[in-house]
């Protein structure tokens, strides 16, 4: 598939969920460039704004398996990753899969579920995995993690650990819809009779793999690799950070600017594609001082003074 070909079959996704879910564009292009990159996305917001909808419609646009993990305080392992169960007709243990075995996995209130049962999410996330009883399970081909957090209602939460969050390509929020958006859910909701909007099939499941390769050929000029890396680098000599981005995050950073560039239907990646992802792919992966968490510093307040340090290069297509 060509660069012209995938970025006008990411539009077509982008509009299906967009006729179902009332978010901005920035929103839904930043959980589709997680896609693109073949990584997890984390979503953080106040109940009610639609994120589980958004799960499911790109799940339903791309026509993929989708399962969805409500974490609880009583949340066990096993019930993410499966168990083997005593089967009497044969005498033996069969394995059961649990409902991390769908291509498309949401998460939800991630941070309700104690640490040892978030980091059962771990494997799976980072090979595409899960070892029951010392066997080791493939996960479906693409896999990838949708999971939310309400970053109100912290009470019988737990923090996702440094080690997790660094798992997510990108972290994003929905924010509240705007007056015209929130009065379409009224208008919705008057007439229920009237027929909800769907998200219909934009490609066959089997194609997502070949949309995700274009952004494995997208061109980086040598000179925004520089760029990428300097950014990163930057985190960690702020002052007001304790442990900036990883190199792992730099990679994150790396992959999200090439999809970037395939959603904008080029093979090659300019600096805008670094600025339009990089907020969503280091904010979540710096710790603070704590005299920063003092004064209400904002870790993308961090990105953006980073951002206005580091020179921008020029790059030529």
């Excluded at 498309?104 to 980072?126: H, S």
């Amino acid at each position: 598939m060509d660069h012209d070909t995938a970025g006008r079959t990411s539009r077509q996704i982008l509009d299906a969920v967009g006729s179902a879910v009332i978010a901005d564009d920035h929103f839904l292009e930043t959980v589709m460039t997680g896609i693109l990159a073949r990584g997890h996305v984390l979503l953080e917001d106040v109940p009610g704004t639609g994120k589980t909808l958004t799960a499911q419609s790109f799940a339903t646009a791309l026509d993929l398996s989708f399962k969805r993990v409500q974490f609880t305080p009583d949340l066990l392992p096993s019930d993410i990753t499966g168990s083997n169960v005593f089967n009497e007709a044969t005498g033996e243990f069969d394995f059961q899969p649990g409902p991390v075995f769908a291509n498309v996995v949401l998460a939800d209130e991630i941070n309700r579920a104690p640490p040892k049962t978030q980091a059962a999410l771990l494997e799976a996330m980072g090979e595409k995995q899960v070892t029951v009883d010392g066997v080791t399970h493939d996960l479906p081909e693409p896999f990838f993690v949708i999971a939310t957090q309400n970053p109100v209602e912290q009470e019988g939460t737990f923090g996702l650990p440094e080690a997790q969050r660094d798992r997510f390509i990108v972290k994003t929020s929905m924010g509240y819809p705007d007056f015209g958006g929130e009065r379409e859910l009224i208008d919705r909701r008057a007439d229920r009779t009237a027929q909800a909007p769907s998200v219909t099939n934009v490609i066959d499941g089997e194609r997502l793999p070949a949309l995700q390769r274009t952004v494995e050929s997208v061109t980086v000029d040598g000179t925004l690799r520089d760029y990428v890396v300097e950014l990163g680098r930057a985190t960690r000599e702020d002052d007001r950070v304790d442990v900036g981005v990883s190199p792992r995050g730099i990679q994150r950073l790396f992959e999200a600017t090439r999809a970037a560039a395939v959603l904008d239907g080029r093979d090659y990646a300019v600096p805008d594609d670094v600025k339009s992802v990089v907020e969503e792919a280091f904010a979540h992966r710096l710790v603070l001082t704590a005299d920063a968490g003092v004064r209400g510093v904002d870790p993308v307040t961090v990105v953006d003074d980073v951002l206005d340090r580091v020179e921008v290069p020029a790059v030529s297509p």
